[in-house]
């Protein structure tokens, strides 16, 4: 089973590596020189930021689980993560359009790097003080560093469809080179030189102390509305009544929950999903494997995005389509493919075609990232754009809390066809947006054709 892990990455290193090279004229943008250097100092800073995320990740349960927390404890550790993200970095993160949104990417690379240092002590309160550090981290990291591209990228007077660019190439470098070498860095740092499971925490620290001095020297502040001194209630009202009287923004808010709550239950479920008889699987090949294929997905989006003839609305349509199939797999493997018997093992056939479906499914998440970045640009507005996001990302973490509460108290294949009718759902709702969409920008043409008669001539209404 060994050749069919390395023939599953192989081919997916091939598939990027032809998409990357064998871009043309038409795959690519022509920009300007001053543009080049702010995108190049943007992604660096953004895969420093995504480097000190990734290299935690593989470490953190396990960190807990040998400091002898049970199964139980670390999952309220999670839970209360998941909640200071909700709460506290709703906060946080909407504070960021009043006071700068470069001191909030600071704040993040501090609240982040004491999260970290808190990871040497096995005292279980203060492991809860860095979970709820390390939620508030996480709302800016998906809130405030993208409100700052966007408000630098206006202000700079770039052409918008650039904007295009740089998210196709943060996501495939932060969510896919980065996330590799992340993965295999901390793997190196942990076992192989044996410095222990609080090795990558410590690396990350150090990334992020770097990636912090980069945007203290060359970034400059921008904010949501400078112009009005309003407090935070006010910024919450703001963006209440912008997502309440817009149905755009409303019905991205409610896409990017069910996408990112299907994406979330995922990342819990795929290890029991590809092992359910204890078979032994290599874990951090497959999670490489996923990483390629959503930079494989990331790939995809920058020639889709880099043709403005191409909606985003109409192929993300498809994408949430294929992702609900995906996530079909493991129930449909349950009923149709005979289970083996005994326990331990390789990889099962049913495993198999699920590892191939969600090395789909992780193709468009690769796809889903650049795009919906698009689409928040074009929607959300400057004045609460860090505020909104944030609000976007309350339904996201309370969903994500009852399934980490509730893991254990349903079978694997209700929570996979759970995420599945989200999918759904979010296909229905992205056609909804695409509707909405197209009639808003249509209407300005409409009212200049009702208006002029024949002859060019004004009626009299």
Known sequence: MEVFYYAVFGALAAVVAALELSKTARDRVSTSAAFSS?????????????????????????????????????????????????????????LADKQGRKRACITYCISYILSCITKHSPEYKVLMVGRILGGIATSLLFSAFESWLVAEHNKRGFDPQWLSLTFSKAIFLGNGLVAIVSGLFANMLADNLGFGPVAPFDAAACILAVGMTIIM??????????????????????AAAAIASDEKIALLGAIQSLFEGSMYTFVFLWTPALSPNDEDIPHGFIFATFMLSSMLGSSIASRLMAR??????????????????????????????????????????????????????EACVGIFWPSIMKMRSQYIPEEARSTIMNFFRIPLNIFVCIVLYNVN??????????????????????????????????????????EMNDEDQPLKV
């Not at 290299?55 to 670390?74: A, E, M």
Request: hydrophobic share 45%.
């Open 409 to 450: 108290a349903f079978p694997i294949t209700i929570m996979f066809g759970m995420c599945s009718i989200f999918l759904f759902m979010a296909v229905i709702l992205q056609r909804r947006l695409m509707v909405v969409s197209d009639t808003q920008r249509a209407r300005p043409q409409d009212w200049t054709a009702m």
């Open 217 to 238: 020297s060359s970034w400059s502040e921008n904010y949501g509305d400078p112009s009005e001194n309003k407090d935070l209630l006010a910024q919450f009202k703001v």
């Open 308 to 361: 403005p003839a191409l909606k985003v609305e109409s192929y993300m349509q498809i994408v949430f389509a294929i992702s609900a199939c995906t996530l079909l797999l493991p129930v449909i493997t349950t009923f149709y493919i005979t289970p083996s018997g005994g326990n331990g093992g390789s990889i099962s056939f049913s495993g198999s075609i699920q590892l191939l479906g969600f090395c789909t499914f």
């Open 38 to 94: 702010f995108k190049n100092n943007y992604l660096l800073v953004y895969s420093l930021m995504m480097a000190g995320d990734w290299l935690q990740g593989p470490y953190v349960y396990y960190l807990y689980s040998t400091y002898g927390f049970d199964k139980g404890d670390i999952g309220r550790l999670f839970i209360a993560g998941f909640g200071s993200s909700m709460v506290f970095g709703t906060i946080v993160g909407s």
